[in-house]
């Protein structure tokens, strides 16, 4: 398996990576982030992320679960992600559904719900449906 394989170039011109390559970075950053001494190269490879996929909600993912798991602080996750223009009508849906979990765990359970539902009404993204689905049937109910 070649985890580095690029395509020569694009109709764009510009070079194209491997979709293999960019799943790689993304767990090599989430692994990263759980380790506090490599907190600084997670949120380099999520910036590295940002800059060969700009239309992925990786980078922002990824970067709001480095401030949760590697700096422990919920908060600084959520405000992550509404800096970066995530919000109920706003912002790439799984990014939107990581917020809503975010926030039903800072006991946001209003904010939560919204969150959530938002990502239900918009659909389009499974895994983001699938997490928005289950914080509405288990932990926003339960709150």
Do not use: H
Request: include cysteine; hydrophobic fraction near 45%.
């Amino acid at each position: 398996m070649n985890m580095v394989s690029t395509e020569r170039t694009g109709k764009d011109g510009k070079m194209q990576l491997s979709e293999q390559l960019r799943s790689n970075l993304i767990g090599l950053g989430i692994t990263a982030a759980r380790v506090p001494v490599l907190r600084e190269e997670s949120l380099s490879v999520f910036e590295a992320v940002k800059a060969a996929w700009p239309e992925s909600p990786a980078s922002v993912v990824g970067t709001a679960i480095v401030y949760l798991r590697g700096d422990g602080d919920l908060d600084k996750a959520c405000r992550y992600l509404a800096d970066e223009g995530v919000g109920v009508d706003s912002g790439p849906v799984l990014a939107r559904a990581f917020l809503a979990a975010y926030l039903c765990s800072a006991k946001r359970i209003r904010e939560a719900e919204q969150m959530a539902r938002s990502v239900l009404a918009e659909g389009g993204d499974e895994e983001a449906v699938a997490l928005a689905r289950s914080l509405l049937d288990n932990e926003i109910r339960a709150g």
